[in-house]
C-alpha cells in the first residue's frame, strides 16, 4: 500500500545547526514527491518538489528510490524555519496526494 | 488574487447531524480537493472533484459527499455525523492540469468540525 511515514513528531536544534528531517515513502510506480510547510497560523504551503531539484529556503531534498527516502536538510537552521514540515506522495493514477503524519521542528535561539 | 477561503471557520455538531463545509477556490483554478486532517496526524484524501465531477477519492465512506459549482466553488456533505468526524477539514485547489505532472494544489484555512 502506498504510505509516506516521518518517524519523527518533534524536531529541535539550536540556531545555526543543520537539519535533516526524514521522510520514507512506499509506491510501486514513479514517485513524485513534496514537501510542503505550515508556519504559525499560516496555511499549508509547499515548499519544495523533488522533480525541481532547487533549494528554497535554504532547504533541498533529494530523492533516493534506492531508500525510497525523501530526507528534506537544511545546513544551518534558523529560527524562521521553526514549522510544521509533511512531506506528501502524489499518486497521478488517483489524483491522491498523500501526506505523512509531520514532524514539528523547533529552532532555539 | 484571491486565495482559496473556506466557511465557516469553526462547527460544533452533535452526533447523527449532518454538515455542510464551503470552499471557494482561487481564481483561475478549476480542480478541487478535500482532506480531513485529524489532531496529530497529516491531510487525508477525501476525494477532488473536476468539472463538477469527482474525480478521485481516498478511503472514506459514502456519507462523505461533495458538490462543484460551475464556478469551481465546492461543498463537503457529511451525514450521520460520528465522533471521529471532528477534525480540521482542508480545501485546496489547483489550476488547470498541463502535463503529467503534478498540479500544485493552494490550500485554504481550514475549517475546524467538533463533533459532541
Known amino acids: 500500500a502506498q504510505r509516506v511515514t516521518q518517524p519523527e513528531k518533534l524536531l529541535s536544534v539550536f540556531k545555526g545547526a543543520p537539519v535533516e528531517l526524514k521522510c520514507n515513502y512506499s509506491?510501486?510506480?514513479?514517485?513524485?514527491l513534496f514537501w510542503y510547510v505550515q508556519y504559525s497560523r499560516q496555511r499549508l504551503q509547499l515548499l519544495l518538489r523533488h522533480i525541481s531539484r532547487e533549494s528554497i529556503k535554504g532547504f533541498t531534498a533529494d530523492l533516493n528510490k534506492g531508500e525510497t527516502s525523501f530526507h528534506l536538510k537544511k545546513p544551518f537552521a534558523q529560527e524562521e524555519d521553526s514549522a510544521m514540515y509533511y512531506c506528501a506522495l502524489w499518486m497521478d493514477s488517483s489524483y491522491k496526494l498523500i501526506f505523512g503524519s509531520g514532524t514539528r521542528l523547533l529552532v532555539r535561539p | 488574487e484571491t486565495g482559496v477561503t473556506q466557511s465557516p471557520t469553526h462547527l460544533i455538531k452533535t452526533r447523527g447531524q449532518q454538515v455542510t463545509l464551503r470552499c471557494s477556490s482561487q481564481?483561475?483554478?478549476?480542480?478541487v480537493s478535500w482532506y480531513q486532517q485529524a489532531l496529530g496526524q497529516g491531510p487525508q484524501f477525501i476525494f477532488q472533484y473536476y468539472r463538477e465531477e469527482e474525480n478521485g477519492r481516498g478511503n472514506f465512506p459514502p456519507r462523505f459527499s461533495g458538490l462543484q459549482f460551475p464556478n469551481y466553488s465546492s461543498e463537503l456533505n457529511v451525514n450521520a455525523l460520528e465522533l471521529d468526524d471532528s477534525a480540521l477539514y482542508l480545501c485546496?485547489?489547483?489550476?488547470?492540469?498541463?502535463?503529467?505532472?503534478?498540479?500544485?494544489?493552494?490550500f485554504g484555512p481550514g475549517t475546524r468540525l467538533t463533533v459532541l
Open positions: 481564481s483561475g483554478h478549476n480542480t
Open positions: 509506491y510501486s510506480g514513479s514517485p513524485e
Open positions: 485546496a485547489s489547483s489550476p488547470p492540469k498541463q502535463g503529467i505532472f503534478y498540479n500544485e494544489q493552494f
